[in-house]
Structures are given as structure tokens and as C-alpha cells.
């Protein structure tokens, strides 16, 4: 497109009294050529607004660069439309909110971050979007239990078609072996009958809902709006063209033969929570003996929080094994009932049941168990310490124990296989894979493996922080206990709030629009296959499983999978891919335009890279709060610091510049990076960086990675500030001024 651009300064919220706008004015009439550079004292009001529209209409502007606020604040009031390009400088919160008013370095800061949005705003271009063919917007659900049920009705009730596949010839899932289900509705203090059946009826009668039961998933092939799913149902084929998918296969209980120390498997009237339901189904509660249960002993955590066998906590342990006292009581009020626990959790209304049990005579004991033996008549006697008194305890024979067994999500049952071509000796720059397990869910046609990335427990999930129900592979979202430990009522919860990402997903992928968090942005990666090395490091390293490849190794993008990071980008080494508005050139330029002063000037330059997810909120937060930090910084957002690519620190080295921070999201288990792996690649190429350094003759302590959260803002100051120091220490890059 010709541009012609116009930049507007605002010269409120303390802009216009701690800069010199006249100057600033300059570098864009003057130095970039700009035809239209006005200032307003308000271009978030009504009137500032109407001047930019004016312009639009009138003199033909298409590019505008506001240089005022953050661009995390206001972007609904500056949207023009699809048809104009737009970028921010940040004026306020980068600069005069942190920085000494009418000083020197604070205009200097203020007239290059102006530089660099010119720069940025010459290169980039209108995106155009991903139009996909035969797109659809269906939802598949896998599994028939309570949550796939849930997922499958509300998309249907939303106007959205749903497909449920369920391998078992019924649907219901777990809740067909329950007795009774945790409380559901007021007053909450005792169980319920099951309404599966009913829930399972109103699904059946949806006319936008098809069921196929006994039925698996051969293949997933495709991408978000054009999955093309092979189903297999007695001997027959049958295939569905798929916007998106929910993955709600469940959890089954631990495996309680690993309990010896329990004394599963050891005496028979050691028994599971599971079959404690089959045994109250069948009208009386007597032990696998035959004999009437009188003492009952409710075993929590049995393998749940433990090192040697499940780590996590698994919800809704507590609350199944109070309902089940229940049981016990209501056909032998004077039966006893001891409930041994780490610690009870019974969140939200439960609290109603957990009382219930303790008025009824529960006796809780907060205990380790130390050993189970049987007697000459079955009974069992539990050894346990209090770990309140440190006490030990010793109970006299009890009929039956019962063990609270956790949740296995089903993505960590099957065989454990790692993707081969993750292991590339081509692949140097990246971790060299991850392991997957076949679990025959959902046998995607994927590159990059057949099931779904799990988090270290197994569970299907991808960002537990900021987006739940999401997985690592965009258009398949999780929901129920396969994506976390969770009782029925947060499983309808969770299959409701599935339902609506993959109705949104369907909508923006029809819109050829990224996914979170990048909504709303229709470029998508372009590749310049003439270059192409075939090294494959695009799709190794793409955590989304964005990139396929033909047989030749080259690769074939699924722009409707990709989350537009940019870490393809910064993976390839010929630098052959780009966005219509991302792109190293772009980043490359936006370098060049900062100024460095000379040497004897003693002002030094720091580019920050930083990631657009928490370390541009970071900084702009240390700016709302008015923390001041070194002027020396020069800030240039990336969407993810595995999109850089090295040649940026080469190109900011030979600029004169005297160091680089990268600042990016903490990655790990902790804290998740918002494009799963992009911190992790950035810390591992940077590891490699000291080669391009050594061959500018410049110290490898020039560049720093930082990896901060959106709350570690306060830390800004002396992040900064540390390793201005230290650039002070190693003295002025020699690169300056030539």
C-alpha cells in the first residue's frame, strides 16, 4: 500500500509540561519526512479523535503513530479500522512517568522511542488473512463422561453443531458408578441421587448434537475450522469436518496395588473408594467377606501428595470419602467412622457435607499412617502419628478401610514415546525434544507427535495461569480432570468455560484471526521457500505443532495453528519467514533508528528486548507507580523472546549500542511463558551468543537475560540499573561511532 502517515503527539497526562514538543516535532517533520504531525493536549477525548478521523478522510492518512500513552491502555479508542495501520509510541508511562521532567536524557529517550515507532511503522504492512477452505465451525467433544456431556450440550445450546465420541457403548462416564453424587445444589449437606441419566437424555434429544458411542478416534488431521477427524465405530468409517475440539476423557483412579504399605492387595477388606460405591449400589454396606461393616476407616491421600506416587492433590478425594461416611451412617447411625487425613479440603459449599459427617460422629485424625495389619477375624488395626500431639495412635479393629485413590488423567496412560524428529542433530539451538505418550485420544497427524504436550503430572494443559482450558495445540482445548484434578461440580463449570473457547475459536479462525493471546491480529507467517535450508528448526521449535513437512523436509505451515509468536522466526538462521507486521527487518530498522551519542558524550545505550506479554506491562507498571530507573534504556517490544532472532544483536552491537537485556516471562512450573517454550528457546540460543560476541571482539556480560513476571515491576529499577553498572564497568562498546 502507498502510506501516508501522520503522527499525532499528545501533549496530556504531564507530556506536554516534561517535553520539549517542538523538538519532538522535528524528528518526524524534519528527519522522517512525516506530511502530518499534529499535537493535541487530549487524543483520547472526542475532539483529539475527531482530528485523527478528519485527517483519515480528508488528507488520506493510512498510518498514524500516536506518540502518547501505553499501548496496553485506550486501544479500543484508537481503532480505525481495518484498513489502517497504527503504532504507539510510549510517551507517558516509559518516559516522563519515570524519568526527570524537561531533562536531556528524557528527551533523548522520548525522540528515539518516536524514531523507532517511524521505523516500525514504514516497514509494516496490512496483514492480510487466512482464508481456509470448506472451514466449518463444529465442535468435536471426546468423551462421553460428565464433562464431554456438558461441553457437547452447551455448544449445542449456543447454536453451535457438536459431534461426541465416547469409546464405551454408554455414555455417563464415571458418574455411572457412583451410589449417590457429591451434593449439587442447596442445602449441600448430603448426597444425591446421580442425574447423568437426565443430562445424558436432554444430550441425546439436541437435534445439533450427534453421539457415537463404542466409537474412537482414528485421526485428527488439519487445523482449527478445517479438522478432517476419522471416526471408527463397529468396523464402519465415518468422517466430520471439525472447527475445533474439547478433549474431556477423564481421569481413572490411581493404581491402589502400588499401596502395599495401605495394605491393598494384602487384606481383602482393604478396599478403594470405587468399590465402596459398588458395594453401597447393591443396597448394605458389608465387607468383601460377607460380614456387616460396623467401623469403617477412611484412608485420604491414599498415594495423592506423595512423592513415590502422585504429587498433586487430587479435589475431590475429601469430599467423596465424607459423602461415602454418609452412606455408612445412614444404614447404621451407630456405626463409627474414622476419617485419617492430611488435610480436609472441601471447597466452596462442601463445607455443608464436612460439617454433616463431624455432627454425626466422624472422628477426624490428622495422621500419618505408619502401618496396617489384620487380626485373627479380618479386622483391620491402623498405626498412625498425629501429626498435631506427635502421638502415636492405634486403632482396635476396624472392619474396613477404605482408601481415597487420586486422579490419573487419561493423556498420562500409554506408552511413552518421544518424536523422533525432535532429537535432529540439525536442531542446535533448541531443546532436543519432549516426550509424549501414546494415549490413542486423539491420534493427531502431526509432525511433531499423536497426543497431546502435558504439563509434569500428565495433564493436558498449556498455561495454567492465564489460559485454562487451552493446550499446546491450538483449536483443542481441555476440560474436566483430563486438564486438571476436579470434583463434578467444577467439571460441568470447567466443560462450560471449554465450550466457549472452542466456539471463539471457530469464530476467529473463520476470521483468519490469531487465538490468544495475539487476538484480533490476521497476519500469519510467510515463507520465503527459495531460501529454505530444510534445517527444520521451525518445526522443532514451534510449541504449537504449527508446522508439518513434506517429504523433502520443507515445511508446510497450518496458518489457522499458529499463534503468530514469531518463535519460527527467530529459529530460522536464514531469516525466510516473516509477518506482514512482524518481521526481523522491521526490528532491524527499528535499531538502526536509535541515536547513539559518541563516546565522549558518556551516554551509554541499552536496547531492551522485551516480551510484550509480561515485561512491557512490568515496565509500564514501574511507570504508573512513578519508579525511576536509567535513562540510558531504550525499549523495543517483541511478542515473544522466542521470536528473537540473533541476528538482532548482532545488528545492536554494530550499532554502537553498549548492551542488551532480554526480558521475558519465567518459564518452568511455576510460571509458564505465554507461548509455552519461547523464554526457554531465548535463554538457550542466548547461551550460544558468546560466538557472535567473540567474533565483535565485545564481552559476553554486554548481553543479560532477565526473566520476570507482570508482578516482579518493582524490581525494574534495579534491573536496570544493575547492569547499566556494569556496562560502566566494561567500559563503552568499540563499535561506537564507526
Request: negative net charge; hydrophobic residues 35%.
Amino acid at each position: 500500500m502507498d502510506k501516508k502517515t501522520g503522527v499525532y503527539i499528545c501533549t496530556g497526562c504531564g507530556i506536554g509540561e516534561s517535553l520539549d514538543i517542538g523538538s519532538l516535532s522535528k524528528v518526524a517533520t524534519k528527519e522522517s519526512k512525516v506530511p502530518v504531525c499534529k499535537t493535541h493536549a487530549f487524543y483520547c477525548g472526542a475532539e483529539g479523535i475527531a482530528e485523527i478521523k478528519s485527517d483519515i478522510e480528508n488528507e488520506g492518512v493510512n498510518t498514524i503513530v500516536i506518540a502518547a500513552c501505553s499501548s496496553r491502555v485506550n486501544y479500543d479508542v484508537f481503532e480505525f479500522g481495518p484498513s489502517i495501520l497504527l503504532e504507539r509510541a510510549n510517551l507517558r508511562e516509559q518516559i516522563i512517568w519515570c524519568h526527570p521532567a524537561n531533562d536531556e536524557d528524557t528527551q533523548m529517550m522520548a525522540e528515539d522511542s518516536l524514531r523507532m515507532s517511524l521505523a516500525k511503522a514504514k516497514h509494516i504492512q496490512l496483514p492480510e488473512s487466512f482464508q481456509g477452505e470448506n472451514m466449518v465451525k463444529t465442535i468435536l467433544v471426546v468423551g462421553g463422561g460428565l464433562s464431554g456431556i456438558t461441553a457437547a450440550l452447551e455448544s449445542a445450546k449456543a447454536g453451535y453443531k457438536s459431534v461426541l465420541v465416547e469409546k464405551s457403548p454408554v455414555l455417563g462416564g464415571w458418574m455411572n458408578s457412583l451410589y449417590k453424587q457429591a451434593p449439587l445444589k442447596s442445602p449441600y449437606d448430603g448426597p444425591e441421587d446421580v442425574d447423568i441419566a437426565e443430562r445424558i437424555k436432554e444430550l441425546e434429544a439436541h437435534a445439533d448434537v450427534t453421539v457415537y458411542v463404542g466409537a474412537e478416534i482414528k485421526e485428527i488431521a488439519g487445523a482449527p475450522g478445517m479438522f478432517d477427524v476419522t471416526i471408527s465405530q463397529d468396523g464402519k468409517t465415518i468422517t466430520e469436518r471439525i472447527g475445533s475440539v474439547i478433549l474431556a476423557t477423564g481421569a481413572v483412579p490411581y493404581d491402589a496395588t502400588k499401596l502395599e504399605n495401605l495394605g491393598y492387595g494384602k487384606y481383602e477388606n482393604v478396599i478403594t473408594g470405587q468399590t465402596m460405591e459398588e458395594l453401597a449400589k447393591k443396597g448394605k454396606i458389608v465387607r468383601p467377606d460377607g460380614k456387616e461393616v460396623q467401623t469403617i476407616a477412611f484412608i485420604q491421600c491414599a498415594g495423592s501428595r506423595d512423592q513415590e506416587h502422585l504429587s498433586y492433590c487430587s479435589a475431590e478425594c475429601c469430599v467423596e470419602s465424607l459423602k461415602q461416611a454418609t452412606y455408612l451412617k445412614e444404614q447404621n447411625p451407630e456405626a463409627s467412622v474414622y476419617v485419617f487425613y492430611k488435610d480436609i479440603r472441601t471447597p466452596g459449599q462442601y463445607e455443608r457435607l464436612y460439617k454433616r459427617v463431624q455432627k454425626d460422629g466422624g472422628i477426624f485424625v490428622r495422621g500419618e499412617i505408619s502401618g496396617i495389619t489384620e487380626d485373627d477375624e479380618k479386622n483391620l488395626i491402623i498405626e498412625a502419628v498425629d501429626v498435631l500431639t506427635g502421638s502415636s495412635i492405634t486403632t482396635e479393629g476396624v472392619d474396613m478401610v477404605v482408601l481415597a485413590t487420586g486422579m490419573v488423567p487419561t493423556t498420562a496412560l500409554g506408552e511413552n514415546i518421544v518424536v523422533p524428529a525432535e532429537g535432529d542433530e540439525s536442531n542446535d539451538e533448541g531443546p532436543k525434544g519432549e516426550d509424549i505418550l501414546r494415549s490413542n485420544l486423539l491420534n493427531l497427524a502431526y509432525r511433531q507427535g499423536p497426543e497431546m504436550p502435558t504439563l509434569k503430572y500428565g495433564f493436558a494443559d498449556s498455561h495454567f495461569i492465564c489460559f485454562p482450558y487451552e493446550t499446546r495445540r491450538t483449536g483443542i482445548y481441555a476440560a474436566g480432570s483430563v486438564r486438571m484434578p476436579m470434583d463434578a461440580a467444577s467439571s460441568i463449570e470447567d466443560a462450560t468455560g471449554a465450550a466457549m473457547k472452542a466456539i471463539q475459536c471457530t469464530e476467529l479462525s473463520a476470521l483468519g484471526s490469531a487465538l490468544h493471546p495475539r487476538v484480533g491480529d490476521l497476519s500469519f507467517p510467510d515463507f520465503a521457500m527459495s531460501r529454505c535450508t530444510q534445517c527444520k528448526r521451525c518445526t522443532v521449535e514451534c510449541p504449537f505443532g504449527a508446522i508439518n513437512e513434506d517429504d523433502k523436509f520443507n515445511p508446510l505451515p497450518n496458518p489457522t495453528r499458529c499463534r503468530r509468536c514469531g518463535i519460527c522466526m527467530g529459529a530460522c538462521p536464514e531469516r525466510i519467514i516473516s509477518f506482514k507486521n512482524y518481521a526481523v527487518p522491521m526490528i532491524g530498522n527499528m535499531i538502526k533508528a536509535i541515536e547513539v551519542p559518541d563516546e565522549d558524550e558518556e551516554k551509554p545505550r541499552i536496547v531492551i528486548f522485551a516480551c510484550e506479554n509480561d515485561a512491557i506491562p512490568a515496565i509500564d507498571m514501574a511507570g504508573i507507580n512513578h519508579l525511576k530507573y536509567n535513562s540510558w534504556v531504550r525499549v523495543i517490544p517483541v511478542r515473544c523472546l522466542g521470536s528473537m532472532n540473533i541476528v538482532w544483536i548482532a545488528d545492536t552491537m554494530s550499532q554502537g549500542i553498549d548492551g542488551i537485556l532480554l526480558l521475558g516471562c519465567k518459564h518452568g512450573d511455576d510460571y509458564q511463558c505465554h507461548f509455552i517454550k519461547g523464554s526457554e528457546l531465548a535463554e538457550t540460543r542466548l547461551s550460544k551468543v558468546s560466538e557472535t560476541l567473540n567474533r565483535l571482539d565485545l564481552e559476553s556480560d554486554r548481553v543479560r537475560m532477565e526473566q520476570i513476571s507482570i508482578m516482579d515491576y518493582d524490581k525494574i529499577p534495579a534491573i536496570l540499573d544493575g547492569f547499566a553498572a556494569r556496562l560502566e564497568e566494561l567500559g563503552p562498546n568499540p563499535y561506537k561511532g564507526m
